[in-house]
């Protein structure tokens, strides 16, 4: 049995449930991740309570935070993931003030060309004559918050609209609630199942978005057995699936997350596309 996890309505921030995107509960002391590579804060994409992979006791009251980093570099983008275990008290943490800010105009207003022209001063926006402008068009990266406002009174100035992203990003824009839902992943060895397989499933859910999968082995996605640095192996908690979030250019791809059982080391391996 495969257990699939689709979006659905957002519960409260501050209860421990299956949630992706606003804000991670972290107990007081736990710090905001920051990359250890890029030393910037992480990007909050999803919490699981532990006890829902089956693979714990249902009172075990730990929460799993996936943290991606977001940063890019002369090398490309940072495919850092982190995984935080929480214990005790937790509580909804805001995201750090951020110091670097991408623009992005979000409407042109009445007149079009002046704001692509002020866009075209600002940053390096390739648009080519006679293609819709996408937007929200974004026309400055991780620019320090002086030049960021700048831009953005310009925009204002020229009749269009434009909004500042903390860069990298640190919260997803959206947040969804969890639903879990069984389904038969065609593994022998625990008898006849009465559950529709997978593909059925996606259909029957109809509208709603499956984020990604929990617990053990899937046919059809490649399982990591790495081993902890205790030398015992670690578990699958969740696979998630690529999704492109909503009225934002951040891009999540496909990423999986270990956890070892006896010592709580998680780690989240994250590939692109
Ligand atoms: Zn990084
Ligand atoms: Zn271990």
Redesign the pocket.
């Known amino acids: 049995m495969g257990i699939a996890w689709f979006d659905d309505d957002p519960p409260p921030m501050e209860v421990a449930a299956l949630r992706t995107g606003g804000l991670p509960l972290l107990t007081d002391d736990e710090p905001w991740p920051s990359c250890p590579q890029c030393e910037v804060p992480m990007l909050f994409r999803a919490q699981v309570p532990l006890a829902l992979t089956s693979l714990v006791a249902c009172d075990d009251e730990r929460l799993i935070l996936l943290f991606e980093c977001h940063h890019t570099t002369e090398r490309g983008p940072c495919d850092v993931g982190s995984v935080v275990v929480t214990r005790g008290a937790v509580a909804p943490k805001p995201a750090p003030s951020a110091t670097t800010f991408d623009v992005a105009i979000t409407a042109l207003g009445p007149r079009p060309f002046g704001v692509l022209e002020i866009a075209s001063q600002i940053g390096d926006v390739e648009l080519r004559a006679g293609s819709a402008v996408p937007m929200p068009l974004v026309v400055l990266r991780a620019a320090p918050s002086f030049l960021a406002e700048e831009a953005v009174r310009a925009i204002f100035g020229s009749g269009g609209d434009a909004v500042l992203r903390a860069s990298p990003p640190m919260l997803l824009r959206d947040h969804h609630g969890g639903l879990l839902v069984p389904f038969d992943d065609g593994r022998r060895g625990l008898g006849a199942t009465t559950l529709p397989p997978l593909g059925q499933l996606t259909e029957a859910v109809g509208q709603r978005t499956i984020r990604g999968l929990l617990g053990g082995a899937t046919p059809g996605y490649r399982d990591h057995a790495f081993?902890?640095?205790?030398?015992?192996p670690?578990r699958t908690i969740v696979r998630l699936l690529a999704q492109q979030a909503p009225l934002s250019d951040v891009r999540l791809g496909p990423a999986v997350a270990q956890l070892?059982?006896?010592?709580?080391?998680g780690a989240l391996y994250r590939s692109a596309g």
């Open positions: 081993a902890c640095t205790c030398g015992r670690t070892c059982l006896q010592c709580s080391k």
